[in-house]
């Protein structure tokens, strides 16, 4: 705010003054102030480094990421009609399997977050404002329904659905967001023959406990009233249950089920969040930044 006139010649005059009084004075000392070449060499290193800033821009910018996550939609496309076939076909893993498969209707699960719904938008904004995911931030989102389909997934569940399938959607958003999640998917194209066919973390399955995120329950659940002819995810968790997440226990989950990728599980890329993160540093976010940062520096293989 501009100083008012008479106020400002007031100053005028007694700084002429105090001048006029202080000619065989020694200067007083400038106050401390940071250096010029100190903001110069800070501008010059621009904003603090993110973590996720390869893996975000990759997926949003990068014409890889959407020639990969077609390939796999089409691949899974192809699939559909000999699985359609094959009444003894089935893609949940045996111990979600708990009624005869035969007789049911075919359905195919999709995960919802980076499988059939792009949220890099949101990543993107944690790295523009140096923060990291927190659930309000996350609802704030969620709540706004912009999520864009992931390339490729549209066509897949209408495709799907023309064929009869019902495509189920099982995602660990909270319950407060069921909602908006369904208007976020009809809103992008995708099939929602009810609200039965989204499953997130508030269904109840009786006789199943939820444990944490893990979807073996809903998975339980979809079994009973289908025959899950595919699952779609980008998480190892959206396809059977991690017992133990280590590298070496989640890298025998992918051994053990090697036969059914890209023939009943389709997993698609996402470099930028997941389970495989905190695998690397004993599953413990309370560890500071930095050390979680060495841990995964530390798994780095520099040599075969």
């Not at 226990?249 to 089920?257: E, F, G």
């Amino acid at each position: 705010m501009p100083l008012r006139r008479p106020f400002a010649l007031s100053l005028l005059a007694a700084a002429l003054a105090l001048s006029a009084c202080q000619t065989t004075a020694p200067r007083a000392a400038a106050p401390a102030t940071r250096p010029v070449a100190a903001d110069t060499a800070a501008a010059a290193r621009g904003p603090a480094p993110h973590d996720n800033l390869n893996a975000v821009v990759w997926m949003q910018q990068a014409a890889e990421y959407a020639a990969v996550t077609e390939t796999v939609y089409r691949a899974a496309q192809a699939r559909l009609d000999e699985a359609l076939r094959d009444k003894h076909w089935d893609a949940l893993p045996p111990e979600d399997r708990q009624t005869p498969a035969e007789a049911l209707p075919p359905a195919v699960i999709v995960d919802v977050d980076e499988t059939v719904l792009d949220n890099s938008p949101y990543q993107a904004r944690l790295i523009r404002d140096d923060q990291a995911y927190d659930e309000v931030s996350w609802s704030t989102w969620v709540k706004a329904r912009k999520a864009r389909p992931v390339p490729g997934a549209v066509a897949f569940a209408q495709a799907a659905a023309a064929r009869g399938i019902t495509v189920l959607y099982i995602s660990n958003r909270a319950v407060d967001l069921d909602q908006a999640t369904l208007d976020n998917l009809k809103a992008a194209g995708f099939p929602i023959k009810d609200a039965s066919v989204f499953m997130g973390l508030g269904t109840f399955v009786p006789g199943c406990e939820q444990n944490g995120s893990e979807k073996s329950c809903r998975r339980r659940l979809a079994g009973q009233h289908y025959r899950i002819l595919m699952q779609i995810g980008d998480q190892l968790g959206d396809f059977t249950e991690i017992i133990a997440n280590t590298p070496e226990a989640r890298a025998a989950l992918v051994q053990q089920y090697r036969d059914w990728f890209g023939v009943r599980w389709f997993m698609l890329p996402n470099p930028s969040y997941g389970s495989w993160e905190p695998a690397l540093f004993n599953n413990d976010w309370s560890q500071p930044a930095e050390r979680r940062r060495q841990a995964k520096r530390d798994a780095l293989r520099t040599e075969d």
